[in-house]
C-alpha cells in the first residue's frame, strides 16, 4: 500500500514535472516568434524611412476615393500618323511675345493617378491660384489624400536622393573669362533676332561673362567636338514651348560656336516640320550634322498635351486639349529619339487657352471636375501624367534618356507684361550668386520625376538669380512700354541649361 502511494505520488511528480517542461517549452517559442516579429517590424521600418520609393507600392494611410484612367504605356492615337496632316494636329501658332504667369503649385503625388471620375467633393484644392515663383508656394489641405508634403520642413525624397549623388542646381554663378560660348553677333544662322540681344540697343553686356558652378559636382567644359562625338548617331530633341525654342537654339549656337556653318542638312521634311501655308514659321526645325550623323530637334508644344481639331472642316475649329495624353509629335517620334528635354508652364493662364481656343479634356470627353478644370491644377495634372507616361517607355527604348526641365522663372517688377511691369535691373547678381537649397524651387517638377527614371533638369533657382538677363525694353518685337521679362538673351542662361544638360547625358 505504501509502496503504491509511493508510486502514485511519482508518477504525478513526474507528470506536473513534463508538464512544467512543456510549457516552459512554449514559452520559450512564443518568446522567439515575438522576438522575431519585433525585429521583423524593425526592419520594416526602417527600409519604410530609408527607401522612399516604397511609398509608391504600400497602401496610403487613408484612401482616396479617386479612381485615375492613366495613359497606357503605348497609347493608339484614333487617327493614323501622317506626316503630311501633321498641321491638323497641332497648336495654333505660338506667340512670342511675353507670357503669362503660371503659379508653381505643391508636390502633389497623387496626381501620378487622377482621372474624369474624380469627385468634386473629393477632388482637392492642389494649389494656391495666388502662389508666386519664388515665394513658398501654399500646400492647400487635402482631404483624404496621403500623398501630400504638408510642410516646408519635410524635404521631399528626390531632394534626399540628391543628397546622395551630384546636385547641379546647388551651386553658386562665377565669372568665366572664356565666356560667352558663342557670339550673339556671329550666330545669325539659328538665333532669332528678337533674342540676341547684341543686336539691339542695348550696352550693358557682363551678363554673358558667367558661368554655373554645381556645387560638389565635376562639370566637364562643352566642347563642339566632344558633344558631337558623344552625340554620334543620336537625336536630341527639345519639346516644349517658347523657353524650349531658347534652349534649342542656344545648344544649336553652342555647337557651331556661333560660326556660319553650310553642311548641316535641314531634315524637318523628316518629322513633318514644313511651314504650313499662312503661317508664321512652321511648329519646330530639326537640323542634323553629318559628320557625326547628330541631329538637334526642337518642336513646339506649349502644353505637352494632345491637341485635337474638334471639326477638322472648320479653320477656326476649337481643340480638345486631352490632359492625360502626351503630344501627338512626341508620342509618335519618340522612338527616334536617343535624348529628349521636356518643358510646359508658361501658356498654362486663361488668355492664353482662351485665345488659342483649347478645351480641356481627360478620358476623351470635357472636365467636368470643377477642381481639376482650374488652369494650375489642369497644368500640374499634365505634367504628371506625360512624366509618367514617358517614364513608361523608356523600358521599350534602352539608352533613351528623358528629361523633364523645371519651369522658367520670370521677373516682372510693379505689373506684367501687359500692366506695366519691368525688369530694369542690369547689375549682374545683385541679390546672390549663390542656390543653396537642396529641392527644387519647382515643386511640381520634383514631384512629377520622383519615383521615375526621368531626370529633372533643375533650372529655376539658379535662373532666378539672373533677372538682369532677360530681353526687358530691349527686345525688337515688343510694343513701346511692354518689357519682357521672361525670354531670356542669347548667350545668355539658357546656355548654362544646356551644359547642365551635357553634363547629364
Known sequence: MIFSFQKGIGKAFHSKKMKGACLNKLRGVKFSISLIALICTTLLIWA???T????????????????????????????????????????????????????????????????????????????????????SPSIATLSGSSGVVPDDDKVSDTATNKKRGCNYGKGKWIVDKKRPLYSGFGCKQWLSEMWACRLTQRTDFSYETFRWQPENCEMPEFRESAFLSRMRH??????????????????????????????????????????????????????????????ILYYWSASLCELEPLNRSDPATHYAMHLDRPAFFLKHFLPQFDVVVLNTGHHWNRGKIIANRWEMYVGGKPIANRKLAQIAN?????????VKWLDSQLPLHPGLKGFYRSISPRHFVNGDWNTGGSCDNSTPLADGSEVTQDHSSD?????????????????????????????SKYSIKASTGVHDCLHWCLPGVPDAWNELLYAQI
Open 48 to 50: 519604410w524611412e530609408s
Open 52 to 135: 522612399p520609393l516604397l511609398t509608391n507600392f504600400l497602401p496610403p494611410s487613408e484612401h482616396f476615393d479617386v479612381h485615375l484612367g492613366m495613359p497606357s504605356a503605348v497609347i493608339h492615337s484614333e487617327i493614323p500618323p501622317n506626316h503630311v496632316d501633321f498641321k491638323d494636329r497641332q497648336q495654333p501658332t505660338e506667340d512670342d511675345s511675353a507670357e503669362a504667369r503660371t503659379p508653381v503649385g505643391p508636390i502633389i503625388q497623387v496626381m501620378h493617378q487622377v482621372s474624369e471620375n474624380v469627385d468634386a467633393n473629393t477632388m482637392p484644392d492642389l494649389v494656391d491660384e495666388k502662389a508666386r515663383l519664388g515665394t
Open 234 to 295: 543620336k537625336t536630341l530633341a527639345f519639346i516644349g514651348d517658347s523657353l524650349g525654342r531658347q534652349q534649342f537654339q542656344s545648344m544649336m549656337c553652342m555647337i557651331t560656336g556661333g560660326r556660319e556653318t553650310s553642311d548641316v542638312e535641314n531634315v524637318g521634311g523628316t518629322y513633318g516640320l514644313i511651314k504650313a501655308h499662312g503661317a508664321v514659321r512652321p511648329d519646330g526645325w530639326a537640323y542634323r550634322f553629318p559628320r557625326t550623323n547628330t541631329t
Open 378 to 386: 489642369a497644368k500640374n495634372f499634365t505634367v504628371y501624367s506625360v
Open 443 to 471: 515643386s511640381v517638377a520634383e514631384g512629377a520625376v520622383m519615383g521615375t527614371n526621368v531626370k529633372l533638369l533643375d533650372i529655376t533657382a539658379l535662373s532666378e538669380l539672373r533677372d538682369e538677363c532677360h530681353i
